[in-house]
Every structure is written in structure tokens, then in C-alpha cells.
């Protein structure tokens, strides 16, 4: 999730597409929170993994 918003940042950043800019920073953020959410061992959504 993480690496699909930094995608849509470097598009909507080239492409000067406001909406996919948003959408990645969206996405990089929600990434990031499983992902720290993960990391410390904690279910995130009634689950153990999020692959």
C-alpha cells in the first residue's frame, strides 16, 4: 500500500493530477499506520497479517 502511494505521488507530482496526489498521500498514511500497527504485534481488522 504503501509503494501504490508513493506511485500515485510521483504520477500525480509529473502529471500535475491533483486527485492522484491526494490519493497517494491517503495511501502512504494508511500504509504506514498498518504498517506500524503490524510491526508491533497488534491485529489490525481481526487480523494477525494483511498480505
Known amino acids: 500500500m504503501i509503494v501504490l502511494g508513493v506511485v500515485l505521488l510521483v504520477i ?3 502529471a500535475k493530477i491533483s486527485i492522484l496526489w491526494t490519493i497517494g498521500i491517503v495511501l502512504v498514511v494508511v500504509g504506514a499506520i498498518l ?3 503490524g510491526g508491533t504485534g497488534r491485529r489490525v481488522g481481526g487480523r494477525a497479517h494483511w498480505f
Do not use: E, Q, R, S
Request: hydrophobic share 85%; proline share 0%; glycine share 16%.
Open 35 to 37: 504498517a506500524i500497527l
Open 12 to 14: 500525480g507530482f509529473l
